[in-house]
Nanobody
């Protein structure tokens, strides 16, 4: 059984910052890519940022420069530093990881709400 648990969401004024964290636990043999996705009301879930096991990041084009993804392989954690937040960043943010237990699979966290007020 693998669990991804997010933390760090909340309410912030426009221009503010938040840091999201996600910890993977369970019977984990190895973790490949980890990432963050978000889903705003009435919209499809979209990729925010992903990072390889080697630490190479990739961002949705419109977010690069404001968001920074990082990971700690020793702790099975991934973080998302979000700066200069805008009201359009309001969404539920989900952690995702490709994890090998007995086989490879994609796992999701339960989501954490980020609300940015104008």
């Amino acid at each position: 059984q693998v669990q991804l648990v997010e933390s760090g969401g909340g309410f912030v004024q426009a221009g503010g910052s938040l840091r999201l964290s996600c910890a993977a636990s369970g019977r984990i043999f190895s973790i490949n890519a980890m990432g963050w996705y978000r889903q705003a009301p009435g919209k499809q879930r979209e990729m925010v940022a992903i990072i390889t096991s080697g630490g190479s990041p990739d961002y949705a084009g419109s977010l690069q420069g404001r968001f920074t993804i990082s990971r700690d392989n020793a702790k099975n954690t991934v973080h998302l530093q979000m700066n200069s937040l805008k009201p359009e960043d309001t969404a539920v943010y989900y952690c995702n990881a490709v994890i090998r237990t007995t086989d490879w699979g994609a796992y999701w966290g339960q989501g954490t709400q980020v609300t940015v007020a104008p």
